[in-house]
């Protein structure tokens, strides 16, 4: 039971909302049954009624007839008196003495409501009339029978008369209206007042149903796209739905709330990571200085010529390193501007392939170049000088850490992403592979795994591919060493 209630109020409340719908036409079904049980029974009290009615009347012709047969006296041509005078008190109800030689041979119905006396028997009735005495006469006791259309129940009873003349019976008739009168106002009544309460519910439950849908659907697709401020949660427009409104009014003020945090969460990260970069660039020119320094002082106590020449060459090593040094920091924290361009890749990697040709040539190393993969006919749009210096720096790198005798590869192919085209771009050598220390950092300033390096090569690959936005990764090739540029085939 428990699980039961705590499975219902983790439905949705929409769901909530057609299971009271359902509820609220059963219960009107259930209503609609209950109002016809009742009025059949109303229409049965009726019919028991107007037969009650028919037999007292009946019974009251056959007292006056045995009152007149106790006098010695036969009724003769009075009997049609007799009938009147005995169905004076019972409205509706018409009735007559029967032959069963002569057939009828009395009727009256002094209630009747026209514009004179009726005397004439009913014809539409004559058979069931005949019938009925014909039946109460072989049987010796009274019989009522009843015919019930669809607007009326017809209800003649039969009683035998007391007396020296054989074969006479006493009859009555009435109609039940069980399509009319007061109970079927009623009834009909209740039934319209039912489906106009079960109509009009349902049409504003449905109504309410389709509004809540169309704005929960606003509200989940607001939140579903990107906020351009760089806010976790996205403004939400007001639904004009109280309850709905509220929640809206507490998104934005916890997006605002997340927004400020935020901002000061990457205000004291630009700080923390300018500490960061502030101390990894004075230790990276420290080191040149302080061997120009003590070459400068060498040579200036020394008086060899050729040691002063070498303390020279040096210092001017350092410099270029220094020089290196600061031209990378510039090409990472100078922002520049995309110049997207129909790219030829294979073009590219050529030219990227034979610029490197002399050093790997030098250390015995081959370049290979794999577009195979590429179409004939279609080129990414691409920053060709900003993605020819990531190759660079890539290349670079596989031509320092590749084994003599090895080879790099250099390999670039058209590949689909969850539907969405995609350039794969990568660089792969044999060497001994990336120390895992320094894995998790590989992509950040001043990370290297050479006592020479600089450590910005790698993290200006990173933020050329973010600028196209893509991403920068070593993958896990087995043995091989294997970076991938992972870069929108055409930007959106």
Known sequence: MFRRRNAFIRSSLQARLVALWIALLASAAATAYLLYGLYTQSTAVQISQAEIAVGRACR????RYTVLVRKGEEPGGD????????LARWPGIEGGVWSAESG??????PSYEGSGPKTDLPQAESETIRAVNAESRQLGRSVVTHRVSRTQALLVQACPLPGRSPGLTGWTMTRAHVNDGPAYTRFLAALGFLAVAVVGAAAFLG????????????????????EREGADLAHLDRTGERELDRLVDALNAAGGRLREAREQALAAERFAALGRLSADIAHEIRNPIAAMRLKAENALATGDP??????????LGQ??????????LLHLTQPRPLLREPTDLRRLLAECAQLHEDQARTRAIRIRVETDALPAAEHPHLDRTQVQRALDNLLLNALRHAP????????????LRDGTARLDLRVSDEGPGIDPA?????FEPFVTGRSDGTGLGLAIVRKIARAHRGEARLLDTGPATAFLLDLPWQPS
Do not use: K, M, Q
């Open 60 to 63: 009251e012709i056959i007292d």
């Open 79 to 86: 009997l049609a008196g007799l009938v009147a005078g005995a």
């Open 104 to 109: 009828s041979l009395a009727y009256a119905f």
């Open 207 to 226: 109504h309410f149903l389709y509004g809540y849908a169309r704005r929960i659907a606003r509200l989940e697709a607001a939140l579903a796209i990107p």
């Open 306 to 315: 050729e040691r002063a020449a070498t303390a020279l060459r040096t210092i």
């Open 319 to 328: 410099i270029g390193r220094v020089e290196t040094l600061v031209r990378d």
């Open 404 to 415: 003599p005798g090895s080879a790099v590869t250099v390999s670039a192919r058209r590949v």
């Open 438 to 442: 320094i894995r998790p950092s590989l």
